[in-house]
């Protein structure tokens, strides 16, 4: 603007007031004229670099006039010198410069902070999104799933590329089973590491998901190998909430939910059950006053006994946070509770959750301390899977109750037990109390040089308690019993660093140095009680020794306890590299050792090397909208498990074993002798991970994404071998060992921006998916062989020892390859399988073996939407699972028409020939388990109003599972995906099998508002 001054002498005032007048109107009238004139503005738009930037949007404040650069980066425009040029291109900070007396404006665009300088946790410290090399994934708060999700790992499921969360049934006690680039290990655990708040080890179901900032997802071995011998399965950083310097903020959150199940099982009702009796077993058969008793009024029950044992959850939630602070001291505590109801009578679960979170600055703001303090206690009350399979096979002709009131059985049926009669006697619950208390100091001695100490005490304890009343049928083998079992952990952590971080150069390079040590001290004690023949039954648990059966059976087994310790040593350091902005390098090592495993592998090296080549900031890359932004990443590393491997396993044992009689008391007396194996070579599984990894943003930046290629192979698997039980090197039958290896090989993509980003109205959208390969490379060497493990249990009436799958090396975990392929039924409903001759044959002992169907998927999907309309928000998550399939065990069993006597079956009974009466294992149960569906969804309303007391407040509608598609004729294609072996047994759980038992999913509709102060 042009500037102009003015000079008045006050001698002779009024008689030269007119010539003033005259001249000041003529100077005005000169500026309007000049100020009405548009200029022509020339300039050049350059990146950090110097290098011109075509594409750059240029812009009249206020207006729709404007233009892009060239592409050398020059631009040409006009306009008014009162105008302000707005200089905006994806990637750089917008930059605004008022035009005046320019007739050319040369404008170098810097980086913009919030897309290339935004802070991702590495462990051990945090980088800039653009200076990060390995695989790393952030979810922040604000991107968490929308519904009921008491879970901190339900609010990002379907939000990380390979990073698999899977909710296995609807209880509310279930904590979903997590996979992070497929399956790693049989026996040595295959769960992530979780860091909250930079403390390892926190049950991630003790926090509240309100009260989290950020969880960062560490996939591949370069980001992760700082964790060293526990960051195989990848490592999720949980960083939560803390105070903010400025004036004390409040704020509450509540919601209300309802859940009913989503799908039942169609089962045959009274009628149809009848029905189907005359069909199958003829009219005589309903002369069986015991299965088909009948109503006063002479007709049949008709009793829904799904309906008897459930009910409407309902699920409250109350968060309330108070934050604040100045500028060397911030707080931030909050109170969580939630008391959510399951679907299934007497099941559900209530957790108070309080944390406080303190930071401290002192010494010219050098010393930095945070404190933080958190507690939980959650009660819950669990279901038996016995009680969920009665209301499945219990018949639907049969009374809840008899006249007498007691409850209706049917004496000798062995299968049929009265559902509402076990939920009504049985108690099953748990307390738990989680204490975690941390303390992390930071010191910067020298200019660039900071020494931290991280301390952290953890405390869990928990008490399960079970009592049943032997008065009912289902109960009365052990005429009631009752048991108490108590656990605690005691979990010290010590960390000490140092980190050194110099800048050198103009254009932003530097270098950082990490040395540390961490020590972690872990004390497991327990003990538990349990009791039978119960006269009394009033007391449930609360009175053990009012039974009698520690004295009419006596055994060891009334009683036990325990204690064991680990302790974990590590050295560690991280180097880094960032030159010119372009170029990035990450070295990471940690030398860990444990006092697991044996004696001559107590030490492990766990070394990464990464790097980064920002390709959009060379010359050579062509500056336009296409491709705004593109960097290339590659990584190399190796990281340990131990997660899954329990205290003392390298160590010879002695224990309890059978009992002797001895003559001289007349009694039986415990035997001791060695219960276990020694191994001194026994040490970490080790995963070697390759992953080449493409950032980008393109069309002028609206969209971003990354493609992430990954090969991952775990070696020296740990596995219970079987051994020869020789009494010179073996004195048991088994010993954990390491031989196996497998294999994970895939890709990741993730893709989204603004489709729309006007004014008014946002459209985002993003699409999340991975392709897995998952493969058992070898299961023996010289010394163990595994032999044939077979698992996925096909149960059933008459079956015994009946496995869908073998372990083989070359397959995928869990592949179906013990199954015959299903040809037809015979003249007599008996099941045609292809022989090995092929010719169908009726007995499986002489099938052609070998189907082999996947349970593992190759391809798991997400795509999620957000809109936002004035002050109206819409968000919905569509997640889909493709390619795999399920043994439907269940609906083989409650298939069998020469069984309807038996148990209940489901409509689908009718599909099968009268004669079939004999279970196999065929293809013909085996199912397309691929479903899309929306898993979560939540429309909002921000209200407008001014309030001296409360700055922002919404309501929403939401809710979880809406709908699925899917071809899966059982209750839901989404199951339990475990597959590592429980306890000391040598079989994996189940993968991909659907059998009775499992609590039904979940429909979920949830009403809340968001009030702060």
Known sequence: MMNYSYKMNRVGVHVGSIRLWHTALALFLAVSTALAQDVTVTGRVTDGSGSGLPGVTVKVKGSNQGTNSDMEGNYTITASPTATLVFSFIGFASQEIPVG??????????????????????????????????????????????????NPLQAIQGRVAGLVITQPNGDPNTSPTVRLRGYTSLAGGSDPLYVVDGIIGVPINTISPSDIESMDVLKDASASAIYGSRAANGVIIITTKRGKSGRATVTFNNYIGTDVISKRLDLLDGPGYVAEVKRIKGDASLDDNQRFPKTASGGYYNTDWWDEISRTGITNSHDLSVSGGAPTFSYRGSLNYIDRQGVIKNTGFDRLTGRINIDQKALDNRLNIQYSL???????????????????????????????????????????????????????????????????????????????????????????SRARNGSIKAFQITNGEASRNLYQTNDKLLELTANYIKGFGEKGSNFSLLGGYSYQDIINDGFGANNSQFVATGLGYNNLGLGAGSLILPKSSYSSSYKNRTTLASFFGRGTLNFNEKYNLTATIRYDGSSKFGKNNKWGLFPSVAGGWTISDESFFPKSNAFNYLKLRASWGKTGNSEGVGPYQSLQLYGQTSAYYDGGINNFLPGYAITQNTNPNLK???????????????????????????????????????????????????????????????????????????????????????????????LKSDEFDSGIVRFNPFGGRGLSDVFASILTPGLPLGTFNNVGKFVGFDEN?????????????????????????????????????????????????????????????????????????????????????????????????????????????????????????????????????????????????????????????????????????????????????????
Do not use: C, H
């Open 101 to 150: 007396n320019q007739s050319t404006i040369n404008v170098t665009m810097s980086d913009d902070i919030k897309a290339l300088e935004e802070v991702v946790v590495v462990g051990y410290g945090t980088a800039k999104r653009k200076d990060v090399t390995g695989s790393v994934q952030s979810v922040t708060s604000k991107d968490f799933n929308a519904g009921v999700n008491p």
């Open 684 to 778: 970490w599984e080790v995963v070697t991970q390759a992953n080449l990894g493409l950032d980008f943003q393109f069309v002028n930046g609206r969209f971003s994404g990354s493609i992430d290629v990954f090969d991952k192979e775990t070696s020296d698997m740990l596995y219970r071998y079987s051994v020869p039980a020789d009494g010179v090197k073996y004195f048991t039958n088994s010993i954990y060992a390491n031989v196996g290896t497998m294999s994970n090989k895939g890709v990741e993509i993730s893709l989204g921006g603004d489709i729309i980003d006007s004014d008014d109205f946002v459209w985002n959208s993003r699409v999340i998916g991975s392709f897995i390969r998952n493969e058992i490379v070898n």
């Open 829 to 1013: 409903g008996q099941m045609l399988l292809q022989g090995k001759d092929g010719a169908p044959v009726t007995d499986p002992a002489n099938a052609q073996l070998g189907f082999e169907d996947n349970p593992q998927p190759f391809l798991t999907a997400a795509w999620v939407n957000s809109f936002t309309y004035k002050n109206f928000d819409l968000n919905f998550q569509l997640r889909g699972v493709f390619g795999n399939s399920i043994l439907n065990n269940i609906r083989s069993n409650l298939s069998i028409p020469g069984s309807i006597l038996e148990t209940n079956m489901l409509k689908s009974v009718s599909e099968l020939p009268v004669g079939f009466s004999t279970n196999a294992l065929s293809s013909y149960w085996l199912e397309d388990a691929t479903y899309v569906r929306l898993d979560n969804w939540q429309i909002g309303y921000n209200l407008s109003f001014e309030s001296k007391y409360i700055t922002n407040a919404r309501l929403y509608l939401g809710g979880n599972n809406l709908f699925i598609l899917t071809k899966y004729r059982g209750v839901d294609p989404e199951l339990e995906v475990k597959g590592d072996l429980p306890g000391n047994s040598q079989r994996p759980n189940s993968l991909g099998l659907d059998a009775t038992g499992i609590y039904p999913k979940t429909r979920t509709f949830q009403l809340g508002v968001n009030l702060t102060f």
């Open 374 to 464: 958190s507690y939980t206690n959650t009660n819950s009350d669990y279901t038996d899977g016995g009680i969920l399979a009665n209301a499945t096979l219990f018949l639907p002709t049969l009374p809840v109750r008899n006249a007498d009131g007691g409850y209706y059985e049917v004496p000798g049926a062995f299968d049929l037990n009265n559902p509402v009669a076990m939920l009504e006697n049985e108690t099953f619950n748990n307390v738990k109390k989680t204490l975690v208390g941390g303390i992390n100091l930071k010191y910067e001695i020298l200019d660039g040089l900071t020494l931290g100490v991280n301390g952290a005490l953890k405390n869990d304890q928990d008490v399960t």
